[in-house]
């Protein structure tokens, strides 16, 4: 939703960049591609993206702040 509302354009058949990049469905591959290039998304310390794992407040707060910032 961050990348959408940022305006960014999204790639979806570009890659990750994230280790776990197979486990990313393709749905949402562009949009963590992109969250990734600019930086709007950490995702965790081994380089993955965690697609299960759920989003802390202060995590999709700190991605609203660095989109504000990109956009």
């Known amino acids: 939703m961050v990348v959408k509302a940022s305006g960014l354009p999204t790639d979806g058949s ?4 994230y280790a776990d990049d197979a486990s990313v469905p393709g749905w949402a ?9 600019h930086a ?3 995702g965790l310390q081994d380089n993955r993206f965690a697609p299960s794992v759920k989003t802390t ?3 999709a707060a700190a991605a609203i702040v660095r989109m504000r910032a990109v956009k």
């Open 57 to 59: 407040r202060a995590e």
């Open 29 to 37: 591959r562009g949009a963590v591609a992109v969250s990734g290039k």
């Open 14 to 17: 570009a890659a990750t960049g």
């Open 40 to 42: 709007l998304l950490d």
